[in-house]
């Protein structure tokens, strides 16, 4: 097997894209608006002030199609890894024996080892230029603490991040790494909050869970000095800050001259699959390609293929305003799986909105599946996937074989949002037959 | 702070190198060969073709100043993502205020987080060519068996990890990335050789050691069928392969018409400094450069800076063939500092007898030292080093450091040899003041 030049695709620093996009001016109908969870009103722009900071609340409200990336933004992204290569998987294609190609697009290099850092790099630095000096939130597996950790390394802000208890205590790596970045990482729920003192004095054992670490990181906003909080998930403002995903693919593509037939990524909050699928979904929806865009999510936490689509609280407590989204409920108790960035009840609502107008297709496997097909890519393309991008390489390992028994040369794209060196854990109970 | 152009300098991938330098060619005395450990008198070829396969045995014996790089080998470097960039660690050199300028190149890259894969892809491959279908070696910390694993599951042959037992039973994850890749991972001493038996039977709790895993690597090689045993260090071969490291920095340095006054790597077994310096080493031996070369080492383990230039085995056991080298004695025992691929009492031969002849200078540091070097350049430049690479960070900030107290521009150029994101228990204990 030789290599060709166009398996590896990469990016001149000089053309890492200038504009990050919105989805919310070409959908042919508006964004639904979150809600006060306290009035049921659309929340203003006064009520998102109390937690982000004036340049993220412009972009949240924003319909703009694009947005400046600030120069400083685009120098941080570069120092961190972008553009990020998009790779031929030309030994996955060959154990597969299809006539299909199969690109990926590498996330998986960043220093967090995750897309995670496309939006809190542009979070910190608009927290900065508007004077934030502390940044709160919570995390649970850790990724996206890691992330906005660094970030605030980067850009010399303080970082607060309340660790689901559980996680925290299971993964110390992962905690680790944001103290190493210089992040205080607190267990959740916390001694540092009303709320988690209430909670501990109820339950000294208490193991946590998102929906309080998301409420002990608001308080702590809402209290402190010239604190803001930053969200990695959901919001429209992280949709659009990972669009660099995207664009950077656009160009990529149109570099090798290939239009796909499938992109593909996982769905946990949406916030990957947004940034890689939008900037090309703008195409579908002008009426330019034909392309099929595929979310996929674990069989055990079925958002988009068995969820209701309604206004739903973002968290377990109901603290916070409530989206339209495809939802399993508030309450619902997703199964202790692997792939934690997975485990969320609802959607960002701009993909639920898509999704519901039939842009996007969704699909879900159960964990041994996309385990197998973790390994399967481990072992020809050299990679270690997260359990998270696992899902997207099932579902791309699924279209070539369908394109094997057609015989048709299916372009197939997806999204490897992270790597797994911090997830042995879970491909240590697939290797040893325990899932 | 802006980016430059030249912060992040990369190669195109047709500008991979073509060819491995071999500084047996130009060092101005012979390199000493190996010498049988029964007969102490030079290893033959044919005493080397018991572990080694023919291709191999060449390449180690070689003095030709150049070895051509197979395709097949190229398309694999560049499929785990060589071309490794050089960068600017500008943000660093501003933390430090000092008007010299530090580059790092990333091996840190690689799927297996190292520049170990450098030598395991050509290993695994002249070995496939010449017809072996098994692999067998040691590892300690984990490095070298991940990337040996990976290459296997590249080339399609099978691959057997003799991991020291107490690595086996602490560093979990080191042992799964294996396993994932597809290598057979057994605890050492084991009941697969007769030696790990015999000591079993002695004492069930016998820890391991690396002597111990490479008498059992050996033994399976020697007993088994196509099988053949792949080294990760001090042999020339290996200095030989990492050499794509130096020659792509010469064309990265070339690109960008700089000349390093410093040149920086740690030091265990010698691969990643000899790759690292040896292309660049070539032109100060013919008088061309006036650049400092740099090793450094645990003071823990100051086989360069403290030890003996004189034959001694290359293993605990004292079994394998006696090398020319810096060393501690065979029966030193390296105290159990984190940066595992540092702990051996021995250097390199090449790496050695350069040193001996006054082309290179060693230093030394304890690792309070290395791992806040650490600390500061994840905080500064978003990547968490191995503590490995960790002593090259720490030599060139104090090389920063004496360029700003004299005023001077220097030219500080260190590998990045890996990332310490299987490290961060060291980082714990660091962080928390236990070391």
New interface residues.
């Given amino acids: 097997?030789?290599?060709h030049?166009d398996?590896?695709i990469?990016l001149d620093?000089?053309d890492i894209p200038t504009k990050w996009y919105n989805i919310a001016a070409d959908l042919p109908v508006p964004l639904p608006p979150p809600l006060h969870p306290g009035t049921m009103q659309p929340a203003t722009a006064e009520d998102l002030s109390a937690i982000f900071p004036p340049s993220i609340v412009r972009q949240e409200m924003s319909t703009d199609r694009y947005i400046d990336i600030p120069?400083?933004v685009?120098?941080a992204y570069?120092?961190?890894n972008r553009p990020a290569p998009l790779c031929r998987a030309r030994?996955l294609e060959q154990y597969l024996k299809t006539p299909a190609k199969i690109y990926f697009k590498r996330e998986d290099?960043s220093?967090g080892?995750s897309h995670k850092p496309n939006s809190a790099i542009p979070q910190t630095y608009f927290n900065m230029i508007d004077g934030t000096e502390h940044l709160t939130t919570e995390t649970g597996a850790g990724q996206w603490g890691s992330a906005l950790s660094?970030s605030c390394?980067?850009f010399g802000l303080d970082c607060k991040v309340f660790m689901v208890r559980v996680s925290y205590d299971q993964k110390?790596?992962r905690r680790?790494?944001m103290?190493?970045?210089?992040g205080k990482v607190y267990a959740s729920p916390s001694k540092e909050t009303e709320y988690g003192r209430k909670l501990l004095a109820e339950d000294p054992d208490n193991p946590g869970s998102l929906g309080i670490a998301i409420s002990e990181a608001i308080e702590t906003c809402v209290h402190q000095e010239n604190t803001k909080y930053a969200l990695g998930s959901v919001a429209n403002h992280v949709m659009i800050h990972q669009t660099i995903i995207g664009e950077e693919v656009i160009k990529q593509l149109e570099f090798i001259d290939e239009v796909p037939d499938y992109m593909i990524a996982c769905a946990g909050g949406g916030s990957n699959l947004a940034g890689f699928s939008f900037p090309m979904l703008r195409k579908k929806i002008k009426g330019e390609i034909d392309t099929e865009f595929i979310a996929v999510e674990p069989s055990s936490v079925p958002s988009l293929t068995k969820g209701e689509y309604r206004y739903d609280f973002g968290d377990t407590a109901g603290m916070t305003p409530l989206f339209k989204m495809y939802t399993l409920g508030h309450d619902f108790i997703p199964s202790s799986i692997h792939a934690g960035g997975l485990r969320y009840h609802g959607m960002a609502p701009a993909v639920s909105l898509a999704k519901n107008l039939g842009y996007i297709n969704a699909v879900s496997y159960d964990q041994h599946e996309t385990f197998n097909a973790?390994?399967t890519f481990?072992?020809?393309?050299?990679?270690?996937p997260a359990p998270e991008s696992s899902h997207a390489i099932k579902a791309a390992m699924d279209k070539a074989l369908e394109a094997k028994k057609t015989g048709e040369e299916k372009v197939i794209v997806f999204n490897l949002s992270g790597h797994g060196?911090?997830d042995?854990g879970g491909?240590?109970k697939y290797?040893h037959n325990e899932i």
């Fill in positions: 097997m030789a290599i030049k398996d590896v990469r620093i000089d120069e400083e685009r120098d570069v120092a961190l030994r290099l220093p080892g660094l390394a980067h110390p790596f680790l790494i103290e190493t970045y210089g973790a390994v481990a072992r020809t393309e050299g990679i270690i060196l911090l042995m491909y240590s290797l």
